[in-house]
């Protein structure tokens, strides 16, 4: 799940890039609406965190001006302003959740994984194909039926993999969905992270598309 935070106040980005990187997310930080709009309006990330009082532009015409081009991108407002007026005007505009400063990281936690959960093709929590399934609820997989122990990385590999079943995945877009931007990554890891997972799940789940990228067979 690759995110974007956007957000002015540098320790509070600070403390929530080392928290959420901590739980193997990809997070990438901007501290401006401008920076905002153009990240999103070239490399879109899966999640935007959003801070409502921007030091150029109100976030919620950030929001409104995202919106236009990307309806269904899960947006999770952050802001001070905890009351009823604005949190209404906030989720008016096309924000999908709402959090209030301060707030404890597990709920923030909670709350991206509920977005997360959402953004999936599958309602279900649990994405199958094949022996392998997949809860993203528990984050836990199993191949006929037994455990898997994969890494939070090789898990998150996964996932993308399994949710897009039968479509190509680029080298590229698995890797800005693994990683963040600035993060030190051997030119081989996601080739390593491949071989240990055919290793756990069979050599033939996971297809290489020569030049491409990776697939998973939808079953
Ligand atoms: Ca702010």
């Given at each position: 799940?690759s995110?974007?935070?956007?957000?002015?106040?540098?320790?509070?980005?600070?403390?929530?890039?080392?928290?959420?990187?901590?739980?193997?997310?990809?997070?990438?930080?901007?501290?401006t609406?401008?920076?905002?709009?153009?990240?999103?309006?070239?490399?879109?990330?899966?999640?935007?965190?959003?801070?409502?009082?921007?030091?150029?532009k109100?976030?919620?015409?950030?929001?409104?001006?995202?919106?236009?081009?990307?309806?269904?991108?899960?947006?999770?407002?952050?802001?001070?302003?905890d009351?009823?007026?604005?949190?209404?005007?906030?989720?008016?505009?096309?924000a999908?959740d709402?959090l209030?400063?301060?707030?404890?990281?597990?709920?923030?936690?909670a709350?991206?994984?509920?977005?997360?959960?959402?953004?999936?093709?599958?309602?279900?929590?649990?994405?199958?194909?094949?022996?392998?399934?997949?809860?993203?609820?528990?984050q836990?997989?199993?191949?006929?039926?037994?455990p898997?122990?994969l890494?939070?990385?090789?898990y998150?590999?996964?996932?993308?993999?399994?949710?897009?079943?039968?479509r190509v995945?680029?080298?590229?877009?698995?890797?800005?969905?693994?990683?963040?931007?600035?993060?030190e990554v051997?030119?081989?890891?996601?080739?390593?992270?491949?071989?240990?997972?055919?290793?756990?799940?069979?050599?033939?789940?996971?297809?290489?598309?020569?030049?491409?990228?990776?697939?998973?067979?939808?079953?």
């Amino acid at each position: 799940m690759s995110i974007l935070l956007v957000e002015d106040d540098q320790d509070l980005a600070t403390g929530l890039l080392e928290a959420l990187r901590k739980e193997g997310l990809s997070i990438n930080h901007v501290g401006t609406a401008k920076a905002a709009l153009h990240v999103i309006g070239t490399e879109t990330p899966e999640i935007v965190i959003l801070d409502l009082g921007l030091p150029d532009k109100d976030g919620l015409d950030v929001l409104r001006q995202l919106r236009r081009q990307h309806r269904d991108l899960p947006v999770l407002v952050l802001t001070a302003r905890d009351s009823l007026g604005d949190k209404v005007a906030g989720l008016d505009s096309g924000a999908d959740d709402y959090l209030a400063k301060p707030f404890e990281m597990a709920e923030l936690l909670a709350r991206l994984r509920v977005l997360g959960r959402r953004m999936g093709t599958s309602s279900s929590n649990v994405i199958s194909v094949g022996a392998v399934n997949l809860d993203t609820t528990s984050q836990t997989v199993t191949v006929n039926g037994e455990p898997a122990d994969l890494p939070r990385r090789e898990y998150m590999l996964l996932k993308v993999l399994m949710e897009n079943a039968g479509r190509v995945q680029t080298r590229d877009s698995l890797e800005n969905k693994l990683y963040s931007w600035g993060e030190e990554v051997a030119s081989n890891a996601l080739e390593v992270h491949i071989h240990h997972l055919r290793k756990k799940l069979g050599s033939d789940f996971i297809a290489t598309v020569r030049g491409v990228g990776y697939t998973v067979k939808e079953a």
